[in-house]
């Protein structure tokens, strides 16, 4: 063989090992093409993601996927790389109440989110145990993602319309 033959050979085997590294070790180059194996490796989706927001360690993506939601982790890996985290399960949503959400946490990041089923909701709030209140009045579409980067846990969640009136309320139980 010669070295012509070898190289080409060598270049060929190195794309192929590279292409086994990544399919094999859940290591992607874009956000959105973890946060698709994710939901592939679970039979989920894919869902429409409505929105993607920065945390310190990767992206929040949000998405809706027929009657169900999620709040994709994806985790930023040796500053290249995307890998998914622990939280890929979709939640069905539950009609009856005028805003179905959750709270989820992998502390430090914690994070709520949901839909609003009454579209007269303008404003939803979290309260955390700090006493520290977050809110947000522009959505994605039906769904809002409010998250923090603190110890604090979630205690309520408030949605007002557009007068300022309760909607729905929530205390989480202890």
């Known amino acids: ?12 085997l190195l794309i192929g090992f590279s292409f ?9 180059l874009d956000p959105l093409a973890a946060h698709r194996a994710s939901e592939r490796i679970i039979h989920y989706g894919p869902s429409e ?3 993607v927001e920065d945390f310190s360690r990767g992206k929040y993506v949000l998405g809706k996927y027929d009657q169900w939601i999620s709040c ?9 790389f995307w890998r998914f985290g622990g939280t890929v399960t979709g939640f069905e949503v539950d009609k009856e109440k005028p805003l179905f959400y959750l ?4 502390q430090p990041e914690a994070r709520a989110f949901g839909v609003i089923n009454d579209q007269r909701i303008e404003k939803v ?3 955390l145990t700090d006493r520290t209140v977050l809110s947000q009045s522009s959505f994605y579409e039906d769904m809002f993602l409010l998250h923090w980067e603190s110890d604090a846990e979630f205690r309520k969640i408030m949605a007002y ?10 205390e989480r139980l202890r």
């Open 125 to 127: 709030e979290v309260h």
């Open 20 to 28: 086994l590294l990544f399919t094999r070790s859940y290591l992607y």
């Open 103 to 106: 709270a989820q946490y992998s």
């Open 161 to 170: 319309d557009a007068s300022g009136a309760v909607i729905f309320e929530e």
């Open 1 to 12: 063989m010669n070295r012509k033959q070898k190289i080409i050979r060598n270049t060929i």
């Open 49 to 51: 993601v409505l929105h």
């Open 72 to 80: 994709n982790v994806v985790i930023r890996s040796n500053r290249l």
